[in-house]
């Protein structure tokens, strides 16, 4: 399930002029925390103003919600998502820079993801990422097998083959946070060494 599949839209934008009490009143009538700050030319970025941006920013200090501006305590540039993102990445996105939602953009503005949006909407309840990483590595192994038995161990074939092999794997080590010792390519070569020659094999490893 990607990003798109569990985005909230329409999106409910602010300027960046309108004052702060606005922003609470939007907020309030929305029933949302978090408003997506609109750009002011074409080569701007977008910005986000959160309940806790106007919280600790202007509430906690006492200050005035109809003197301030909503571009005096947003966020600009904001973290953003690609709709085709996995939503486990976008998930890793919102707590490592501690966000609540993030806008999702594609050369326009798309839609909103939160962190309610993946607890609701996502379908690792049903299988998780790491259990599909794993089928699919399963499944290109296999392939790749074939691909070099039926064309040859030293066809661009069979290379192309175990390089996506070996790039699932590793993103399969980097979900489980392990050590990857060998790569399924690496396992090959030693079992067929004249797959590859040494200087065939260090083009491979640099992509």
């Known amino acids: ?70 571009y005096e305590v947003m966020s600009k540039p904001c973290i953003v998502l690609n709709p085709n993102l996995g939503i486990e990445y976008a998930a890793r996105l919102l707590t490592d820079y501690n966000l609540h939602c993030a806008p999702v953009i594609q050369s326009t503005l798309l839609g909103v993801v939160s962190i309610v949006d993946i607890l609701e909407r996502g379908d690792f309840l049903q299988q998780s990422l790491e259990g599909r990483l794993s089928q699919q590595l399963q499944q290109l192994t296999e392939t790749a097998k074939t691909v070099c038995q039926t064309q040859g161990a030293d066809t661009p074939a069979c290379k192309a083959a175990w390089v996506a092999v070996d790039a699932l794997q590793a993103e399969l080590a980097h979900q489980r946070q392990e050590k990857l010792e060998k790569t399924a390519f690496e396992a090959y070569r030693e079992v067929y060494p004249q797959a590859f020659g040494d200087e065939e094999y260090d083009t491979w490893c640099s992509g």
């Open 1 to 70: 399930m990607k990003v798109a599949d569990i985005m909230s839209t329409p999106v409910v934008t602010i300027r960046n002029s309108a004052t702060v009490a606005c922003a609470v009143g939007l907020m309030r009538q929305q029933g949302i925390q978090a408003l997506i700050v609109e750009r002011a030319h074409d080569e701007d970025a977008y910005g986000i103003l959160t309940a806790t941006d106007i919280v600790a920013k202007v509430v906690a200090s006492g200050r005035d919600l109809d003197a301030v501006r909503v």
